[in-house]
């Protein structure tokens, strides 16, 4: 087992993570703590790691729906992958579910900072 420390938001956690996890564990770290950064305003440490949760299950369940909708729309059988397994299609629309939950996520923060 490897330990890994994070920060989020000034304070550190401490972790532990399968070896060879340290990196992927330390990438994510650094993506909540932006999220909790991206909040402002005046709120506990409780309610901002809460909210960054949100956001962030906000742009899972979207890139899920968006990933849903072209796989109905075009049959695995006959869709071209790229080494990963992911057709252009896919990678479009995820793209396109990136830009609208960076929109969300713009206005999320924009709303908090007005609490």
Do not use: W
């Not at 993506?31 to 402002?40: H, I, P, R, S, W």
């Not at 909210?51 to 909708?69: I, P």
């Amino acid at each position: 087992m490897s330990e890994v420390k994070l920060v989020i938001h000034g304070k550190e956690y401490s972790l532990d993570c399968d070896p060879g996890q340290e990196q992927r564990i330390l990438d994510l770290g650094m993506y909540v703590d932006q999220k909790a950064k991206e909040l402002g305003g005046a709120m506990n440490e409780g309610q901002r790691l809460m909210l960054a949760s949100l956001m962030l299950a906000d742009e899972l369940f979207e890139t899920k729906d968006q990933l849903n909708v072209v796989q109905k729309a075009s049959p695995a059988t006959s869709v071209v992958q790229d080494e990963n397994g992911v057709s252009a299609e896919e990678t479009e629309a995820l793209a396109e579910a990136i830009n609208q939950m960076a929109i969300r996520i713009d206005s999320l923060a924009t709303r908090l900072e007005k609490v």
